[in-house]
């Protein structure tokens, strides 16, 4: 089973950016895809956006899209998110996972391998 740790993390005024990394290690090669997701308080965990290992093929939730660029680089085995223009409301826990092909790409329960999580913190 793949195993993922994320980092890159902090606190940053609105209109700020960071990049998180989503190390892979393990049987990373049974994985199809890996994705990026977030919890704040009190609130469930909500997908942010997945990247495809073979083909880069992306998806993102509709209120990052145009502000967010998840990539990947095969050989170093990382996923990488890009927040630009960030917000208040996106601050939360993000979290990165992997899934296999048949997994629905949109639930939590589909991936597997969860980190510990980096906090992402937006002050107005």
């Known amino acids: 089973q793949a195993q993922l740790v994320e980092s890159g993390g902090g606190l940053v005024p609105a209109g700020g950016s960071l990049r998180l990394s989503c190390a892979a290690s393990g049987r990373t090669f049974s994985t199809y895809a890996v994705g990026w997701f977030r919890q704040a308080p009190g609130k469930e965990r909500e997908f942010v956006a997945s990247?495809?290992?073979?083909?880069?093929?992306?998806l993102y939730r509709a209120s990052v899209k145009g502000r967010f660029t998840i990539s990947r680089d095969n050989a170093k085995n990382t996923v990488y998110l890009q927040m630009n223009s960030l917000r208040p409301e996106d601050t939360a826990v993000y979290y990165c996972a992997a899934r296999g092909a048949a997994g629905g790409v949109f639930t939590p329960e589909s991936y597997s391998g969860w980190g510990q999580g980096t906090q992402v913190t937006v002050s107005a």
């Open positions: 990247i495809t290992w073979i083909g880069g093929m992306t």
